[in-house]
């Protein structure tokens, strides 16, 4: 196993700054953040939520998927969701089926009158996949001007037949009462300490690594539900260890 990870006083101080955005995590070059390493692939991976995701499995298995909107506090679980949702109906056509945007960086009304409507106004010729329809993914629509969530319900309402549309927000309030009437709302509460504690140690099984039960606890309680952050600060841990000894010679 490798080295064990009893998180002392200058370094809970940093995984802080780490779990509250002040600091960012300084890995090598070659290293994968953790957070899109062991981003879940299959809704068999997704931390929590099982009620949501039965649902949301459900209908997609019997063809009856509606436009989502999926609200909560950030690392609950929402994009990895629809991600595993998207792949299962669509199997190898995944990346031809969906459109992702993030609303944050392309929030105006362009966006959603030329690369959405583009997407949603061509018939899919993917006929190898389980759903005749595709799927739109906004992330951080919350982000969007009010102008350009009016454009996007006109275009939710003309292209129904053959595209969903899939909200994701942190906060509902900020989504325009029509978005709204024309999703299946679900609310992604913070993770459960033992959804946080079991994801962490399965990671820390496959990288190899020792946590002493004290370590993992700070890093779960840092944490707060949000299953991003915990692996940004469990990450963050593992390169501090690795630093000091380099600096230290042990």
């Not at 600091?23 to 009620?51: C, F, G, M, N, Q």
């Not at 109906?89 to 929030?107: P, T």
């Not at 690369?115 to 739109?136: E, H, P, R």
Request: proline share 4%; glycine share 6%; charged share 25%.
């Amino acid at each position: 196993m490798g080295d064990a990870m009893e998180v002392d006083t200058p370094t809970v101080a940093r995984l802080t700054a780490v779990a509250k955005g002040k600091a960012k995590i300084t890995a090598p070059s070659k290293s994968v953040p953790w957070v899109e390493k062991y981003r879940p692939t299959s809704l068999a991976d997704v931390a929590a939520h099982k009620d949501i995701i039965d649902t949301i499995d459900r209908l997609t298995g019997e063809n009856r998927l509606p436009h989502l909107l999926l609200y909560g506090p950030p690392g609950t679980g929402k994009t990895s969701t629809i991600l595993a949702v998207a792949r299962k109906l669509y199997g190898s056509q995944f990346q031809n089926m969906i459109l992702e945007l993030n609303a944050s960086d392309d929030r105006g009304i362009d966006v959603v009158r030329q690369q959405i409507q583009d997407f949603a106004s061509t018939q899919s010729i993917s006929f190898g996949a389980k759903g005749n329809v595709k799927l739109v993914i906004l992330d951080e629509a919350d982000a969007m001007t009010k102008d350009a969530q009016f454009a996007l319900r006109r275009i939710i309402e003309k292209y129904t037949k053959n595209t969903r549309f899939c909200l994701i927000c942190n906060y509902v309030s900020k989504i325009i009462p029509a978005l709204q009437s024309r999703c299946t709302r679900f609310r992604f509460a913070p993770l459960s300490v033992e959804n946080v504690t079991g994801r962490l140690q399965y990671i820390i099984r496959e990288e190899g690594l020792d946590a002493t039960e004290s370590g993992l606890a700070a890093i779960v309680r840092l944490s707060n539900g949000d299953m991003r952050k915990a692996l940004n600060v469990l990450q963050e841990a593992l390169f501090l260890k690795i630093s000091n000894r380099l600096h230290t010679g042990f």
